[in-house]
C-alpha cells in the first residue's frame, strides 16, 4: 500500500470510530445545531396553528357573524363554532401522537400543517354555521396531529435540563401569534378589498401555513438515529444524549405495555386537572379578547384590534423571563404559582372596577401575562418526566386532552347577552 492510500485509509478509520475528542465541545456544537434548525421552524409553525385556531375572536370584529352567523343575536353560535375545533383536537391527541412514532417527524409535523392550513384557508369560503363547523371540527383533527407531536419530537433531541425551556419558548409563540393577530387584524380592517374582511383574515393566516408544511416537508430532521441533518458522530451522539436518566424504546416502535402505564399513571390526571384551569382562561382569552376590549370604548373596531397586540407582547417578555428565571433557580412549582395570583388579580379587576376602562385594559395585561407564563411552565415541568418515548407518546397528549377541555368550557363563559360585565366569564375563571 502507497503512503498516500495508508493515509486515506487512516482517515476512513478514525471517521468510521466516532470517536469525540472533546465531549463538551462537541455536544455545545451540536446543541446549537439543533437549536438553528428545529427551534425556528417549529416556533413560526405554532405561530400559524394558533393563529389559524384563534382567529375567530378578530373575525367576530369583521362581520363573521353578520355574514355566515345570520347575525347571531346572543352569541351562542359563535361560541359553538369555536369549541368544536377543540372537541376532535381532544378527540385526536392520543392516537394521532402515538401513530407519530410510526413516522418521520418530518413527514408528519409537515403533512399535518399542510392539512390544518387548508382547513383554515376553506373557512375563508364559508357562508353558514354548518360549514363553519365541519370546517372547525377538520381544524381540530389535523392540529391535533401537530403539537402533541412537536412536544415528543423535542424529546428525541433535548435532555431534560435543555428541553424546558425549549418547549416554553416554543409555547411563547401563541403569545406572539395573539399579538401578530391583532397587528394583521388591524392592517385588514383598514384596508379597501373586494371580499369581507374575515374572510381575507382567514386567507392570509391560512395559506403561509401550506407553504411552511412543505418546507418543513424538506427541511426538518427525522429521527436522531437516521436523520441525514446530522454526521455518523452527531447521530451517535444525540442518541446517547436522549437516552440519559430514561428507558427509552426508540425507533419506530410503540411499547403497548407503555400506552397502558400512561393511561394508569395518576400524575398525568393530577397534572391535566391544573392545564383544565388554566386552559379555560387560555382558550376564552384567544377567543373573547378583542370583544371584551372592543367593550371599554377606545374607539373604532379597527383600534381594538390594535388595543388587542399590548397584553399579548407582554405575555410573550414576561414569558421568556420566567422561564429564563426558573431555570437558573430551579424551580418550576414557585413561577407557576406566581403567574397563576397574577392572572387571579386581572380577573378580579375586572369584576370589581366596572367604570374606567383604563384600569380594566391594564388587568388584561396581568390576565394574559399569568396565563400564558403559567401553561408554560406547566408544560415545562410536567412533559419530559413520564419516561419512555411509548410513555411520552401516550401520557402528554392525554395530558393535553384533559386540559383541553377546559378551552371548550372557556368557550361558553362570555355570551354577549351578559357584556360587558362577563361576570360568569371573570368569575368562573
Not at 55 to 74: F, I, M, V, Y
Not at 311 to 340: E, N, W
Not at 409 to 425: D, I, K, N, Q
Request: glycine share 10%.
Amino acid at each position: 500500500m502507497s503512503v498516500q492510500q495508508h493515509g486515506v485509509a487512516s482517515q476512513a478509520d478514525a471517521h468510521d470510530s466516532l470517536v469525540l475528542l472533546d465531549p463538551d465541545t462537541e455536544e455545545k456544537r451540536l446543541l446549537r445545531k439543533l437549536d438553528a434548525r428545529i427551534l425556528p421552524l417549529t416556533c413560526v409553525l405554532y405561530l400559524f396553528a394558533y393563529l389559524d385556531r384563534s382567529n375567530l375572536g378578530n373575525a367576530r370584529l369583521q362581520g363573521l357573524p353578520e355574514d355566515a352567523l345570520g347575525g347571531d343575536p346572543t352569541g351562542a353560535l359563535f361560541d359553538w363554532v369555536n369549541a368544536a375545533f377543540y372537541i376532535t383536537y381532544i378527540l385526536f391527541q392520543v392516537p394521532w401522537t402515538v401513530l407519530s412514532k410510526y413516522h418521520s417527524p418530518r413527514l408528519w409535523i409537515g403533512g399535518s400543517a399542510i392539512l390544518w392550513g387548508l382547513c383554515s384557508t376553506l373557512m375563508s369560503t364559508a357562508n353558514n354555521f354548518p360549514q363553519l363547523l365541519v370546517a372547525r371540527l377538520a381544524l381540530g383533527v389535523c392540529e391535533a396531529a401537530f403539537g402533541p407531536s412537536v412536544v415528543l419530537y423535542f424529546s428525541f433531541y433535548y435532555t431534560k435540563s435543555e428541553y424546558g425551556t425549549r418547549v416554553a419558548y416554543w409555547f411563547g409563540f401563541a403569545a406572539v401569534a395573539g399579538a401578530f393577530g391583532g397587528f394583521l387584524a388591524y392592517g385588514i380592517q383598514n384596508a379597501e378589498v373586494l371580499i369581507a374582511h374575515w374572510r381575507l383574515l382567514f386567507l392570509l393566516e391560512g395559506l403561509p401555513t401550506v407553504l411552511l408544511g412543505t418546507l418543513c416537508l424538506f427541511i426538518l430532521p427525522g429521527r436522531p438515529e437516521s436523520t441525514d441533518f446530522l454526521t455518523p458522530a452527531e447521530r451517535k451522539l444525540a442518541v446517547e444524549r436522549i437516552n440519559r436518566g430514561t428507558s427509552s424504546d426508540i425507533g419506530a416502535t410503540v411499547n403497548y405495555a407503555h400506552v397502558v402505564a400512561a393511561f394508569l399513571d395518576w400524575r398525568v390526571y393530577v397534572a391535566g386537572i391544573i392545564y383544565f384551569g388554566l386552559n379555560c382562561a387560555l382558550g376564552s382569552l384567544s377567543a373573547f379578547l378583542p370583544t371584551i376590549i372592543s367593550t371599554m370604548g377606545f374607539g373604532s373596531v379597527a383600534l381594538s384590534q390594535l388595543m388587542v397586540v399590548p397584553p399579548y407582547a407582554a405575555a410573550g417578555l414576561a414569558l421568556v423571563v420566567f422561564s429564563y428565571l426558573s431555570d437558573k433557580t430551579r424551580s418550576r412549582g414557585l413561577f407557576i404559582v406566581a403567574g397563576c395570583t397574577f392572572g387571579g388579580i386581572g380577573y378580579l379587576i375586572l369584576l370589581g372596577v366596572t367604570h374606567n376602562q383604563h384600569v380594566r385594559y391594564f388587568s388584561t395585561f396581568c390576565v394574559a401575562i399569568g396565563t400564558y407564563t403559567s401553561i408554560a411552565l406547566v408544560l415545562a415541568w410536567f412533559t419530559h418526566n413520564l419516561g419512555s418515548e411509548t410513555k411520552r407518546a401516550t401520557g402528554m397528549p392525554l395530558f393535553g386532552a384533559i386540559g383541553q377541555c377546559g378551552s371548550i368550557l372557556g368557550s361558553h363563559l362570555y355570551p354577549l347577552t351578559e357584556g360587558p360585565a362577563y361576570r360568569r366569564g371573570f368569575g368562573s375563571v
